[in-house]
């Protein structure tokens, strides 16, 4: 179990947001989601990025790729290894779960083209018929139940096991083209578990058992989804091209292009000289840079991102409540929020879940209000200093603090923060690292204080506390922390019967963490996209990069 949690990828980074009406979706047929998208084999940077007019880009009706620039990097294709946001919003373009969402958040028929359940208890799933994988050959169940186990299995998907907690008790055919799971007791949010944005990824069970690096150049995937992967370089690119037979239609754009950058300046020197034509997850920071590329725009949304620290109480001096809480009274929220590092594109956080993520069952307003209510610690100094002093480091103590190299302004924030501390006598040593080290350190043991980055994959209200608020032990949540209450009140959210019903247990949940400052919420994030003036996106939002076909959302 402790490996399932802790592999759960801290970063599930990307962006699903608002209304889901999930008593929609069980044990109904819904309409089915088609679109498009595309991708193309393609070769570096300058190799067929936009350079304007109609012989830039990708989008539909031009031959070259849509290459999209994006901060950070892949080791593989495979998202059941990390699991982190980048990989998600990769991974959306080509693999599909039995379910999946559209670009307005609601849940949609994918693989499954209808469901019921029993008491939410017991799930069957009827597969879409003639629907092939790349390589031509049916997708059948046993290929749907292979990919369930594997998903399941924290060997094989350390980075999306958690979707498959302890309560499915079985998986199994009800017929060829049925697939029926089984739960402990009733879990009527578990649909969002089968999704693509929820931790299902079908591919081939042969090419599975057959591959002896899944996801790699050699054995890219076997998927069924719009586009299918055509070279991939570590660290460098992936390019896709149309799925000529997909069963929601043929792709309107004809290829795609992730161009991988480690460094934001090079990236955006990149769009600047025309080689890419759209990026993602703009620096907010970096945004009047971006938008004074001729034509650019540059357009920021809400993704329900949460940014805080994190407190390991097994870690001295971090066992010691009166440090966290000094710590957590030394953070100036306002100044980071407001001054140089977000500039007004973000929210200073009171509790662990932004506002919106409380959207399916209530409004956003009133969410604000309920969060301004959960414990938390506002910028005071005076009151820093007496918590340390109450404590067993009252001269202070130095300590690491690591942020991921794709989040600049999480390490802008940090120097905030290193000076405000040391103020009150702790040294906080800044230092940066690579996404994917920082993907594994997440919740090891060994750091006192670490960066949570949370950006959720479904619009369930109580996905991220589901897990930060997993209080039963070391191993369980990345504090390593445990508390009974928190736990049985972790549970009650975990086995709600509606959106709405998670809301209460969850805010007491985080309430209670808060009061022994186990987290230290920072601020709700935005994103921001940049696209060239030639590469028009419709309807773009923040469900727009988990949703079935993205791609289709842009045109010439």
């Known amino acids: 179990m402790n490996n399932k949690i802790m592999k759960r990828v801290a970063a599930a980074i990307l962006a699903l947001l608002l209304v889901v009406a999930l008593a929609a979706c ?145 998986v199994e055919k009800a017929a060829d083209d049925e697939v029926k799971i089984t739960l402990d007791g009733p879990h009527a949010n578990f649909i969002l578990a089968v999704s693509n944005t929820g931790g299902l990824f079908v591919q081939s069970k042969a090419f599975l058992e057959s591959a002896e690096s899944v996801g790699s150049a050699k054995d890219l995937l076997m998927g069924t989804g719009p586009f299918v992967p055509a070279e991939f370089e570590a660290g460098s690119h992936v390019t896709y091209v149309a799925n000529e037979n997909w069963w929601g239609g043929r792709p309107s754009v004809n290829s795609l292009r992730f161009d991988f950058f480690a460094d934001e300046n090079t990236r955006l020197l990149a769009f600047t000289q025309g080689d890419i034509d759209f990026a993602f997850d703009v620096p907010v920071d970096q945004a009047e840079q971006w938008e004074g590329v001729d034509g650019a725009t540059v357009s920021f949304l809400d993704n329900r991102a949460y940014y805080g620290l994190t407190f390991d109480v097994t870690v001295a001096p971090f066992d010691d409540e009166h440090v966290r809480k000094a710590v957590a009274y030394a953070i100036d929220k306002d100044s980071i929020v407001a001054g140089g590092v977000l500039k007004g594109h973000g929210t200073p956080a009171t509790a662990i879940q932004a506002p919106e993520q409380f959207a399916a069952a209530m409004s956003v307003d009133e969410a604000a209000a309920k969060l301004a209510d959960v414990t938390h610690y506002d910028f005071d100094i005076d009151k820093a200093k007496e918590e340390l002093a109450q404590s067993g480091s009252p001269d202070g103590f130095e300590v690491e603090l690591s942020y991921p190299d794709a989040y600049q302004a999480v390490g802008k924030a940090s120097l905030i923060i290193a000076s405000s501390l040391e103020q009150i006598g702790i040294t906080l040593n800044v230092k940066e690292i690579p996404l994917d080290q920082w993907l594994g350190e997440v919740g090891n043991g060994e750091q006192g204080v670490a960066w949570m980055i949370y950006e959720p994959t479904t619009p369930e209200p109580g996905e991220i506390a589901g897990w930060l608020l997993d209080a039963e032990g070391p191993g369980y949540n990345p504090a390593n922390w445990t508390d009974e209450e928190v736990t049985t009140l972790r549970n009650e959210m975990m086995a709600a019967p509606d959106f709405a019903s998670e809301i209460e247990p969850t805010l007491k949940a985080n309430s209670i963490a808060q009061e022994q400052a186990i987290y230290a919420p920072v601020w709700w994030g935005q994103s921001a996209i940049a696209a060239q003036q030639y590469t028009h996106v419709k309807d773009f939002n923040s469900y727009s990069l988990l949703s079935s076909n993205w791609p289709e959302l842009f045109a010439a």
């Not at 007019?53 to 031959?63: A, I, M």
């Not at 946001?85 to 994918?110: F, H, M, R």
């Not at 046993?142 to 094989?156: A, K």
């Open 26 to 170: 069980g044990g109904s047929e819904s309409s089915s989601g088609g679109g498009s998208a595309g991708a193309s084999a393609g070769g570096s940077a300058a190799a067929g990025g936009g350079s304007g007019g109609e012989e830039g880009g990708g989008s539909v009706g031009t031959t070259g790729p849509l290459v999209i620039g994006v901060s950070g990097s892949l080791a593989s294709l495979d998202i059941n290894q990390l699991g982190g946001i980048l990989d998600y919003k990769i991974a959306a373009v080509s693999l599909e779960g039995l379910v999946g969402i559209d670009n307005s958040g609601q849940i949609i028929p994918t693989l499954a083209e209808s469901w019921t359940d029993e008491d939410a208890t017991v799930w069957t799933f009827k597969l879409r018929p003639d629907v092939t994988f790349w390589d031509g050959t049916p997708l059948t169940a046993d290929d749907v139940i292979y990919s369930i186990q594997r998903s399941m299995d924290p060997e094989q998907s350390p980075g999306v096991v958690y979707y498959f907690p302890d309560y499915v008790t079985g």
